[in-house]
């Protein structure tokens, strides 16, 4: 007998090693159903070779019949609708929804259970269900047990407080990138918001949950979601006035984490040679019709404001440092009387460890000193000012005592008067 690689060129037989996955799985199909008929190994593997030209050796049929190969333990109702196949184009696994998910991942649960390896099971569920199955994904069925997400519900409607905190997220600081894929995505300096807005994430699209990455690059915490509606309700502006109206303590909690902050400074004021401490909570943004929505909801609350210009558009300066050139007007919203800053701290707050610590020490101080040298010494005592970097007023690790900290007021003025003069 004469073979040229894997054809015998006499009788015109193809090896069964040398078949294809699907041409295999017919040839397990058709010797399961002759061993039903009754015929023994020798019988079948003639009937191979002269009615199908497939040469196989009697071992290799009697280890299909006795179940010892990983195909020959697949369901025979799977191997039947993989064999009856007949498309070329897989659809992607991303673009199933939920139900159609889960019966593919009952399917692999089935075949694995019969002891057929997750890549062999995989394979055949790709040509049942004409779908194409990564082998991370297989990977994570068979070695983690995790479950398919699918397309679950968003819920849109009826607006909830969780999409309320996404919403001001997403005209914040989340941005919406157009690559392959539309993707929500937030990228922040301090973990704690970002971990809320995962949670909320999980709660309106009912998934498992979302992880959390890091930017080592830009010391930065990132979280994304692909939702298309939810992308596409989120870049609708009535929307998102609609949900800062209905829920406006949430959607304010997260706008001025995102955009926002507090500050404490120290100034002099020369007419009457007096030293004061300032405060002020505060929440910048390009969109002046933004922020004039957010002031007539902190009016609404007792809590005086007031919004200006900040930036002009094409002022050039440094962020993170590299320098930039602004391409829009940036304005500012400012709470800085002492009333409304401790009436915005009982209301509405920070989300971050790091604001919410900065907003309690000022309102303590207001509390006890109001704007008074004694309080700009109380500030000097607990924070010190760094020149370089966007967050100019830094907590100590150890409070200076009052001795050091007069010392170190006294140093600040007349630094600051040095630079004035």
């Known amino acids: ?19 294809d996955f699907k041409d295999r799985l017919k040839v397990n199909l058709i010797i399961r159903r002759l061993r039903r008929k009754g015929f023994g190994s020798r019988k079948i593997v003639k009937i191979l070779r002269d009615v199908f030209k497939i040469q196989i050796g009697r071992t290799t049929v009697r280890n299909i019949i006795n179940h010892k190969t990983p195909i020959s333990r697949v369901p025979e109702d799977i191997l039947e609708d993989a064999v009856k196949s007949t498309l070329d184009t897989a659809k992607k696994y991303a673009d ?49 047990n995790s479950q398919p997400q699918g397309k679950c519900p968003t819920k849109l409607n009826p607006p909830t407080k969780e999409l309320a905190v996404i919403a001001a997220t997403r005209i914040s600081d989340g941005s919406v990138k157009n690559t392959n894929r539309k993707c929500l995505k937030l990228e922040m300096k301090d973990v704690e918001p970002v971990e809320y807005f995962a949670e909320q994430l999980t709660k309106i699209t009912e998934r ?16 994304k ?17 609609r949900l800062l109206k209905l829920y406006p303590k949430d959607s ?50 007792g809590i005086k404001n007031n919004v200006r210009l900040y930036v002009k558009a094409g002022r050039t300066h440094r962020i993170r440092g590299c320098q930039v050139v602004t391409k829009k007007d940036c304005y500012i919203l400012s709470i800085t ?22 907003l309690i020490d000022v309102t303590d101080i207001l509390e006890r000193y109001g704007t008074t ?49």
Not at 208 to 223: A, H, M, P, R, T
Not at 338 to 347: F, T
Request: net charge positive; proline share 1%; aromatic share 10%.
């Open 225 to 241: 979601t692909y939702r298309k509606d939810l992308i596409e309700y989120l870049q609708n502006e009535d929307n998102i006035i």
């Open 252 to 301: 304010l909690k997260m706008l001025f984490e995102a955009d926002g902050g507090v500050c404490g400074s120290i100034s002099i004021l020369r007419s009457k040679k007096k030293i004061r401490f300032q405060a002020s909570v505060y929440l910048t943004n390009t969109k002046k019709w933004l922020l004039d929505e957010v002031s007539k909801l902190l009016n609404e609350m």
């Open 96 to 144: 199933l929804n939920r139900e159609e998910r889960q019966k593919i991942r009952e399917d692999f649960d089935r075949i694995c259970s019969t002891g057929c390896g997750p890549y062999i099971a995989a394979r055949i569920l790709e040509l049942k269900y004409h779908v194409e199955l990564t082998t991370g994904l297989v990977g994570g069925w068979y070695y983690r």
């Open 208 to 223: 498992l949950g979302y992880s959390i990455g890091q930017n080592n690059s830009k010391q930065s915490f990132e979280v």
């Open 337 to 358: 009387e002492k009333g409304s800053i401790i009436r915005y701290s009982e209301m509405i707050g920070f989300i971050s460890k790091r604001k919410q610590g900065k």
């Open 1 to 19: 007998m004469q073979w040229r690689g894997d054809v015998d060129v006499e009788n015109k037989l193809k090896r069964y090693k040398s078949l």
């Open 373 to 421: 040298q004694e309080a700009a010494v109380e500030w000097i005592k607990r924070y010190e000012r760094h020149k370089k970097g966007k967050q100019r007023w830094i907590k100590r690790e150890l409070p200076l005592t009052y001795k050091e900290a007069v010392s170190g007021l006294t140093k600040f003025i007349r630094n600051k008067m040095e630079k004035q003069t």
